[in-house]
């Protein structure tokens, strides 16, 4: 991830009152089940505590993966974060 990403995820995840790690499982999970940003933001939401599963998926996602597993986490973490942007007044 580029640092601009990193910044993006950490303030995605504190919006959410989540963390980087849950915030990249529930993507990997979205992008499996083809799930919308508003499916994903409930499902981050509603979810409890982190467990073992979770962070091991979550430790998958942050190893070198191909482009295009890539494109499709950087594109459903692009969708959360206009999904959690301020209403303009």
Do not use: C, F, N
């Amino acid at each position: 991830m580029t640092p601009e990403e990193t910044r993006k995820l950490h303030e995605l995840a504190r919006r959410l009152d989540s963390t980087p790690r849950r915030v990249l499982s529930a993507v990997a999970q979205a992008i499996d089940t083809g799930s919308d940003a508003q499916a994903t933001l409930r499902a981050i939401r509603e979810s409890g505590p982190a467990d073992a599963g979770r962070e091991h998926s979550a430790d998958l996602l942050l190893t070198p993966v191909s482009s295009y597993a890539r494109d499709s986490v950087d594109s459903a973490l692009e969708q959360l974060w206009q999904a959690t942007q301020p209403a303009a007044p």
